[in-house]
């Protein structure tokens, strides 16, 4: 959800940026712009840390017991 937000907001700044509007976000846009990256990275990686996770432990403990 804050990853939406914040492209909400690099959107805006840079529309502010390309036609003069000040708003006053032209000035975040670097801002906005590394968070609305950083974000899906951030994601990838504790995916990946999860799935590591969760393989170590069925290889430690064997799989899901079934009923």
Same mark, same amino acid.
């Given at each position: 959800m804050w990853a939406a937000v914040f492209v909400l907001l690099f959107v805006g700044a840079l529309v502010d940026h390309?036609?003069?509007?000040e708003w006053g976000l032209a000035?975040?846009?670097?801002?906005?712009? &590394?968070? &609305?990256?950083a974000a899906p990275v951030f994601w990838i990686f *504790? *995916?990946?840390i999860h799935k590591a996770n969760l393989a170590y432990i069925r290889h430690t403990y064997g %799989?899901? %017991?079934t009923d």
């Open positions: 390309t036609f003069n509007k000035s975040e846009l670097w801002t906005f712009l &590394a968070f &609305a990256t *504790t *995916t990946l %799989p899901e %017991p």
